[in-house]
């Protein structure tokens, strides 16, 4: 299982690695294009020599995707706003552009993204390369905020698509994964920029799952953690409120800043030498919950800091299969002991009609698992995706998985339809690696 991981696994001195460090390789040479055009002339470089090219975001994700033993392309030299149109609310955006930097670009024009993830590090381009998304019943992933797309091609072309322009093409380029070419420009449907209160609880799980349906209704961005060897949910709830005045007080930062990373860190580090105390810091931590309430722009309210590394695996399942899926997750921890006191995080989507969309035509809870990164997450992982795979899942593309190529094509209605645009668009496999072959096949 996850063969992949080894074979792309390098040793050497100028070695990279992902963001858990799970996953090391050597390019060749690493390309830092500032403009379109010379996007066009990497391409046509590597068409020309015969190379392979990949394209990397903030190697936030968790699968080898961007591993190549040819060229890397980063667009760190190529982020920023290009246009705002003020009437539609709409931003075209360099590719490149970290999320960090484009919330308070935004805001500058009074502008925010409709809904977010819980860190904001990424490239807006790896951000929709993999399908990430936030929570909230009424929001899909931030692909779907997306409404005009340039890339170049594997022929080195450039391409333009949207929801009236090459529409299918669009569909395909919206959650890609760096496939069909390296994506230079990007045009967000945005909304007023607003802020959000969100309201930290301790509650018990049993609880949560029986009245899940009307939490996600009755919240703009609704998600919770179970804390396993625990009955006990950590609940986040943000609803937006514009006659409160900002709340971000000392409180806020101690749990976010110290107990989830410093303390939290201890916490690891403990149950890493000390594996029998494990289900103790899973219970500690779960009873450490404090009621925090704060209030903030939306983009800094969805941003947490994530200083402690791990590893992950999601899954999308059909919404109406979370509260079961849930029970035989705390069934298997029962009949197993994992060693694992990361809590498992629970969040939701709004179906699309985006090809390789884990949400594509169903609302969908999101399920993820976090296993420390010293620690080897396989056997933990590899339990919990027989669980997702039986109920319909369908991983998170940036997460650690084992989907097959076959069981791709079973999954994702429109997997055929994506695979005839990257052959239109990739026709040499320019931007194919080890992973993306076993994945979307030769
Ligand atoms: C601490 C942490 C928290 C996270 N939280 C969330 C979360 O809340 N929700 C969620 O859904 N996910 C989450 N993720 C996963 C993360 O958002 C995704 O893996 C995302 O793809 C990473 O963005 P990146 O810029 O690092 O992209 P990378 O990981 O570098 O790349 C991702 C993919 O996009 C492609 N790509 C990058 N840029 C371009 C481009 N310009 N053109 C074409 N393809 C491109 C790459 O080739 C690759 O296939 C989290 C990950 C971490 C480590």
């Known amino acids: 299982m996850f063969s992949y991981f080894n074979e792309t696994k390098i040793t050497g001195t100028q070695n990279m690695k992902n963001w858990s460090g799970y996953i090391e390789w050597q390019p060749a040479q ?9 996007v066009q002339q990497v391409v046509q470089n590597a068409l020309e020599q015969h190379k392979k090219v990949r394209i990397v975001g903030s190697s936030h994700s968790f699968m080898p995707l961007w591993t190549t033993h040819d060229v890397l392309v980063s667009l760190d030299e190529y982020q920023g706003i290009v246009a705002v149109d003020q009437e539609q609310m709409q931003v075209t955006v360099k590719a490149g552009t970290k999320l960090y930097v484009l919330g308070d670009l935004l805001a500058q024009h009074g502008l925010a993204m409709e809904n977010l993830g819980d860190i904001d590090r990424q490239s807006i381009g790896g951000t929709i390369g993999t399908g990430t998304h936030g929570t909230g019943i009424a929001f899909g992933s931030i692909s779907t905020q997306v409404v005009k797309l340039r890339f170049v091609n594997g022929k080195g072309e450039v391409r333009q698509c949207s929801a009236t322009e090459n529409p299918s093409l669009f569909k395909a380029a919206q959650v890609s994964l760096g496939a069909l070419g390296i994506i230079t420009e990007i045009t967000i449907q945005c909304v007023p920029s607003y802020r959000l209160a969100l309201q930290n609880l301790q509650e018990p799980l ?54 989830e990373n410093y303390a939290f860190k201890l916490l690891c580090e403990l149950a890493y030498y000390f594996p029998s105390v494990t289900e103790r810091i899973s219970q500690f931590s779960a009873s450490a919950i404090a009621p925090v309430r704060k209030v903030y722009q939306s983009h800094k309210v969805y941003a947490t800091q994530r200083l402690v590394r791990f590893n992950e695996m999601e899954y999308s399942i059909p919404v109406e299969a979370q509260a079961e899926v849930m029970k035989a997750i705390q069934a298997l921890f029962e009949r197993k002991r994992f060693r694992i006191h990361f809590p498992i995080e629970n969040r939701v989507v ?5 090809h390789l969309s884990p949400a594509h035509g169903r609302d969908s809870a999101y ?16 339990a919990l995706e027989e669980i997702f795979l039986a109920h319909d899942g369908r991983p998170h593309w940036g997460k650690m998985n084992t989907l097959s190529h076959e069981q791709a094509a079973e999954r994702y209605p429109a997997f055929g339809t994506f695979l005839q645009h990257r052959s239109e668009e990739d026709p040499d496999r320019v931007f194919d690696n080890v992973y993306l072959h076993s994945l979307l096949g030769s």
């Open 206 to 259: 049993d609880l949560v799952l029986r009245e899940l349906p009307d939490r996600y209704r009755n919240n703009r961005n609704f998600e919770f953690y179970w804390f396993p060897y625990t009955d006990k949910a950590w609940t986040k709830s943000s609803n937006i409120v514009t006659d409160q005045a900002d709340k971000v007080n000392w409180l806020n930062y101690l749990v976010e800043y110290g107990l």
């Open 367 to 382: 399920i993820a698992c976090h296993a420390y990164a010293k620690k080897d997450p396989l056997p933990y992982f590899k």
């Open 30 to 38: 690493v390309q830092y294009p500032g403009s379109e055009t010379e």
């Open 350 to 354: 709004k179906g699309d009609d985006i």
